[in-house]
């Protein structure tokens, strides 16, 4: 069946830093993939989508790419601040929503 | 326009005692949902509704009943509550199914429930 399989945390980094949290997928289908975001005592929010090969989303700095070659949609920001500190969940779509463990990310000062 | 509204944020129970959790959403979305988050886990399915009078189980729907009766409203039951019950339930709702046509899921804010 479906499933999706993103990096473990927690991720450290410090401010201005790099980020990337990988994310990959199993679909026998062509599924949409996003990416939501989970602020301290929040619901998830939908950060960004791709609905096909090779679309990128984008939201907020943040960037993924729908990569069906290697079925990854890794999440990237090229300068990450303290307010970016969240848990993100990757997810897959076919017929339904699958939801991966999520990765919780620390931005330090 | 508040969106998806949970209620209450906390609650404690004792095994066996039940209680609903409310949800309740006002962007007249046919699709509503409930999920449990354990720690370190990701979201799982407990039920789901695709409209006013329809409910379907989701992938961990033992020990809970829903309701859909209203457009807006999907409590959760618990009817006998366990200690494996101890998590974060969210309610979401969406225009269409969720992922069908890239429908994007509205989450609440949670309730976390504790059974002692």
């Known amino acids: 069946g479906n499933s999706v399989t993103q990096m473990e945390g927690p991720v450290t980094l410090s401010e201005e830093a790099f980020l990337t949290i990988n994310c990959t997928y199993t679909a026998t289908g062509y599924p949409s993939l996003f990416w939501y975001v989970q602020y301290p005592g929040e619901g998830l929010q939908l950060l960004l989508k791709a609905t096909k090969a090779d679309d990128k989303g984008s939201n907020k700095g943040f960037e993924a790419t729908y990569r069906k070659e290697t079925t990854s949609f890794h999440l990237e920001k090229g300068s990450v601040q303290v307010s970016d500190s969240a848990v993100y969940f990757c997810a897959l779509s076919d017929d339904k929503i699958i939801f991966g463990k999520g990765t919780r990310l620390h931005i330090l000062p | 326009n508040a969106g998806v509204t949970q209620t209450p944020k906390f609650r404690i129970l004792k095994i066996g005692q039940s209680m609903t959790l409310q949800c309740t959403q006002d962007m007249n979305h046919n699709y509503m949902y409930w999920y449990r988050q354990d720690p370190g886990m990701g979201l799982k399915l407990i039920y789901y509704s695709v409209g006013a009078g329809i409910t379907d189980k989701g992938e961990v729907p033992n020990g809970y009943n829903v309701s859909r009766s209203t457009t807006e409203d999907f409590p959760l039951r618990l009817e006998l509550a366990a200690p494996s019950q101890t998590s974060v339930y969210f309610c979401?709702?969406?225009?269409?199914?969720?992922?069908?046509?890239?429908?994007?899921?509205?989450f609440g804010p949670g309730t976390r429930l504790t059974v002692l």
């Open positions: 979401a709702s969406s225009y269409g199914l969720a992922g069908a046509n890239y429908n994007e899921q509205f």
